[in-house]
T-cell receptor
Framework: KNEVEQSPQNLTAQEGEFITINCSYS?????LHWLQQHPGGGIVSLFM???GKKKHGRLIATINIQEKHSSLHITASHPRDSAVYIC???????????FGTGTSLTVIP | SQTIHQWPATLVQPVGSPLSLECTVE??????LYWYRQAAGRGLQLLFY??????ISSEVPQNLSASRPQDRQFILSSKKLLLSDSGFYLC???????????FGEGSRLTVL
């Protein structure tokens, strides 16, 4: 069983669409990370959040600690948003991170 | 500000040759350091992590090794590369006080 589950695995959207990526986890955590990886590129941290909601431009991340669930939303999607989005959690015990397998997003012009 | 540097960015090596990937962090002290491997189309696999100088934890048995000779330096090595070592290697660090996570630019290794 994976400690972190993401859905969907793959997502294709038309430019301008509202996008939601979901992440569920089974371990106790104090914070959750959303990461972005463009094709062939490194990984960039988008958000670290421990409660409620955070917003950066067209990206919004929400978390419900009680339900162990987080969502990443992209408003007015654009082809440059095409990337793999990864959810990561550092469990309360230990020094490691658990990662979801990622959601591959393709935004078509 | 904190930065992380990883090199080389691209490496093509023959089977049986040695490997050294280096990662350095600036702007912080006593970070947790990580080496991950990402095979094509796959998720991140933790290879090694370190909570301090000389302290290395290995997650998977393999012909790779890691060392942390200085607080902000993390090195991934191999004495003899295998074809299966090909992949995208990522160094990362996390801030022990805030839990923030940062990744290097990655090193793409092709073993021929």
């Amino acid at each position: 069983k994976n400690e972190v589950e993401q859905s969907p695995q793959n997502l294709t959207a038309q430019e301008g669409e509202f996008i939601t990526i979901n992440c569920s986890y089974s371990v106790g955590i104090s914070a959750l990370h959303w990461l972005q990886q463009h094709p062939g590129g490194g990984i960039v941290s988008l958000f670290m959040l421990s409660s409620g909601k955070k917003k950066h431009g067209r990206l919004i991340a929400t978390i419900n600690i009680q339900e162990k669930h987080s969502s990443l939303h992209i408003t007015a999607s654009h082809p440059r948003d095409s990337a793999v989005y990864i959810c990561a959690v550092p469990p309360n015990t230990g020094n490691q991170f658990y990662f979801g397998t990622g959601t591959s997003l393709t935004v078509i012009p | 500000s904190q930065t992380i540097h990883q090199w080389p960015a691209t490496l093509v090596q023959p089977v049986g040759s040695p490997l050294s990937l280096e990662c350095t962090v600036e702007g912080t002290s006593n970070p947790n350091l990580y080496w991950y491997r990402q095979a094509a189309g796959r998720g991140l696999q933790l290879l090694f992590y370190s909570v301090g100088i000389g302290q290395i934890s290995s997650e998977v048995p393999q012909n790779l090794s890691a060392s942390r000779p200085q607080d902000r330096q993390f090195i991934l090595s191999s004495k003899k590369l295998l074809l299966s070592d090909s992949g995208f290697y990522l160094c990362a660090w996390s801030e022990t006080s805030t839990g923030e996570l940062f990744f290097g630019e990655g090193s793409r290794l092709t073993v021929l």
